[in-house]
C-alpha cells in the first residue's frame, strides 16, 4: 500500500531531497504517516518526479540519521519513529482556538495576505525569543 | 573507478579549437549534466568520449579504457546522439532484432517489455513515430545493451514538456534499477536541474567549472553589499561575477568557506544562477586564458 507521494516545488529554492525530508516529517506530525508503514522505492519516486535516484536515497539516508526511517535490505525503508505522539491530542483544541482567531482576524477587515504575514513575522519573533531565552 | 578522465583534450577543426585544454575526472555512478551554450562543444566532447572523433591534443579514457577501442569498450558506452536518430525505414521491431544483433549483452526481454509498456507498435515504421516516440525507441535501444555508461546529447531538446518529462523519468527508472552512469547534455539546465548530481560547465571551447552539485552549490555565494572593489575581498573568495551600481555592489563568489562579512547580505544560488555567472564569465573572457576551476567532492 502506497501511503504517501512525493511532490516537488520547483520554484521555492529548497534543495529537492530536503523538499522530500519535509514532506515525510509533516506526514508524520499530521499523523498520516505511522510506524511500520514503508516510504515509495526510490525507484518509484526517481520514477514518478523525474529525479536523480540518488536524491531520493540522500533524503532516505537523512531520515535514518534522524531515527525516523530504518532500510531493510531488499525490501525498503520504512517508518521507524514517529513525531506526532502525544501533540495528535492536543492538535483538535488547537486547531479550533486557531479558527476563532482565524475568524475574529477575518471580521476585523484583515485580507487573506495579511493574516498570513502577521501570523508569519509573529510567529519567527516568537521562535528568536524562545532561542535567545 | 573513473567514469571520464580527460587530460589537456583538445578537438580543432581546421584553425577553430571547438574544444582545448579540458580536463575532467569524472566518477562512476553519477548522472553528469553537460550545459552549455551552442557550440561550446558539448557535442564535440561527447563524440571524443564515444570515439566518433579523434582528439588533437590530450588523452582521454572512458570507464578506464581508449574510446571505441575494441568491441569490449562498445560494449560498455552506450550513446544516444543529437535528435535521438533511429532507422525511418526500420520498424520498431527490425530495430530490436538490429540491437540484438550488433550489442552482445543484448537483454531481449528488457526491450520488449519497455516497447509494449511505452505503447509502441513493433510493426510501426520508426520514420512515422512521433519526436518523443523515438526518442523513447532510441533509450531502449541504449538501455538494452545493458552499457555501464549511456551518453546522451542534447536527448531533450526537441522534445514537448510532457515528452520531455516522460523520458527523464525512465531515464532516471533506468539509473535506479541498472545502476547506470549517465552524462546527458543540454544547453538550458533546467532541463537537467532535477536529474544531475554532477555538472559540467562548458563555454568558448573550455570547461568553466565542474564538480558535485550540492558542492557548487554550498560553495557560490551571491553577496550584495555597499559598493566595494572585489580585490579587496579575502583571497578564500574568488569572484565569478561582479556587477556595481554608484552605491550597491553585487558579486558572485566562490568560497568554500561561510562569508561572515556582516557588510554583505548573502544569498544561496540556484544552479541556474550559478551556470550563466560562469558562461557570462567565459564570454567576457573568451579571449583570455584563465586557471580552470575545479570543486573537490
Keep these: 500500500m502506497l501511503v504517501i507521494e512525493f511532490h516537488l516545488d520547483a520554484r521555492s ?5 530536503l523538499q522530500l525530508i519535509h514532506q515525510v516529517r509533516h506526514a508524520l506530525r499530521l499523523d498520516m504517516l505511522r510506524e511500520g508503514e514503508q516510504l515509495p522505492t526510490v525507484k518509484d519516486v526517481a520514477a514518478g518526479l523525474a529525479i536523480n535516484p540518488n536524491t ?3 533524503a532516505y539516508r537523512e531520515l535514518e540519521y534522524q531515527g525516523l526511517a530504518a532500510a531493510r535490505p531488499g525490501r525498503g525503508t520504512f517508518i521507524t ?4 505522539g502525544a501533540s495528535v491530542a492536543a492538535q483538535e483544541p488547537l486547531r479550533r482556538e486557531l479558527r476563532r482567531w482565524l475568524g475574529k482576524a477575518r471580521r476585523s477587515g484583515m485580507d487573506e495576505e495579511s493574516i498570513e504575514a502577521l501570523f508569519l513575522t509573529t510567529f519567527r519573533s516568537a521562535t528568536s525569543e524562545e532561542e535567545i531565552a | 573507478m573513473t567514469a571520464l578522465h580527460a587530460s589537456g583534450l583538445g578537438k580543432r577543426y581546421r584553425q577553430r579549437w571547438a574544444l582545448s585544454d579540458c580536463t575532467l575526472q569524472i566518477p562512476e555512478g553519477r548522472v553528469v549534466g553537460l550545459v552549455g551554450p551552442n557550440g561550446a562543444g558539448k557535442s564535440t566532447l561527447l563524440n571524443l568520449a564515444v570515439g566518433l572523433l579523434a582528439p588533437d591534443a590530450g588523452t582521454i579514457t572512458v570507464l578506464d579504457g581508449q574510446p571505441a577501442s575494441g568491441p569490449d569498450q562498445l560494449a560498455k558506452v552506450g550513446f544516444v546522439a543529437q535528435d535521438t536518430p533511429v ?13 540484438a544483433h550488433l550489442n552482445p549483452g543484448w537483454d531481449a526481454a528488457y526491450a520488449e517489455s519497455r516497447i509494449e509498456r511505452l505503447g509502441l507498435d513493433p510493426g510501426q515504421r520508426a520514420g512515422k513515430l512521433s519526436g518523443g516516440q ?21 536527448p531533450v531538446a526537441s522534445l514537448d514538456p510532457l515528452a520531455r518529462r516522460e523520458f527523464l523519468q525512465d531515464l532516471m527508472e533506468a539509473v535506479a534499477e541498472h545502476e547506470v552512469s549517465i552524462i546527458l547534455s543540454s544547453h538550458l539546465v533546467n532541463d537537467l536541474e532535477r536529474v544531475c548530481d554532477y555538472l559540467v560547465v562548458l563555454a568558448a571551447s573550455r570547461v568553466q567549472i565542474a564538480g558535485d552539485v550540492d558542492a557548487l552549490i554550498a560553495s557560490h555565494h551571491r553577496l550584495i553589499g555597499p559598493r566595494r572593489d572585489p580585490a579587496s575581498l579575502p583571497s578564500d573568495q574568488q569572484v565569478i561575477q561582479a556587477s556595481h551600481t554608484d552605491r550597491q555592489s553585487t558579486l558572485i563568489v566562490q568560497s568554500r568557506h ?14 541556474e ?3 550563466l555567472a560562469y558562461m557570462s564569465q567565459a564570454s567576457e573572457t573568451a579571449r583570455g586564458r584563465r586557471p580552470m576551476l575545479e570543486v573537490q567532492r
Aim: hydrophobic share 50%; charged share 20%.
Design chain 1, 13 to 17: 529554492g529548497v534543495a529537492p531531497y
Design chain 2, 134 to 154: 523515438r526518442a523513447q525507441l532510441a533509450l531502449t535501444l541504449a538501455l538494452a545493451k545493458r552499457p555501464r555508461l549511456l551518453i546522451l546529447d542534447e
Design chain 1, 81 to 84: 519513529g514517529t513525531l506526532s
Design chain 1, 56 to 58: 531520493v536515497l540522500k
Design chain 2, 273 to 275: 544562477d550559478l551556470v
Design chain 2, 87 to 99: 532507422y525511418a525505414g526500420l520498424s520498431v521491431a527490425d530495430h530490436l532484432r538490429f540491437g
Design chain 2, 258 to 271: 561561510p562569508v561572515l562579512d556582516p557588510a554583505w547580505t548573502v544569498e544561496q544560488l540556484n544552479l
